[in-house]
């Protein structure tokens, strides 16, 4: 695959990965048992379908999937700001050879 394709790849596909899985992290924390809007402990009344969900390694995992996924968002946006400034330096080169 060519590097400028596999470029926009990764550029479109991160942003929609790291959306979700803040969601998800974020859905974890703040409904948790106990938690800002969750249910109090021990209630077994206002159990909802994402309760397997609200526990700390889910967080965990989703905590340090968006902490991986957001380095790898900037080393992209980085890679594309260096091949943008390649591009132009070429094109240069070459309007000053002609």
């Not at 470029?7 to 991160?14: A, G, I």
């Not at 070429?90 to 002609?98: I, R």
């Given at each position: ?15 929609v990965r790291l959306a979700f899985l803040f ?40 905590f340090f999937e968006v902490a991986i996924w ?10 594309r700001r260096e091949a943008l400034r390649k ?12």
């Open positions: 695959m060519e590097e400028a394709v596999a470029l926009h790849y990764w550029l479109s596909n991160v942003p969601g998800l992290t974020g859905y974890v924390y703040l409904f948790k048992e106990g938690g800002v809007f969750g249910s109090a402990a021990g209630s077994w009344r206002n159990t909802s379908i994402g309760e397997p969900l609200q526990n700390s390694l889910v967080f965990t995992f989703g957001f380095w790898i968002f900037t080393s992209l946006r980085e890679e591009r132009v330096e070429a094109a240069k080169a070459e309007a000053d050879h002609l």
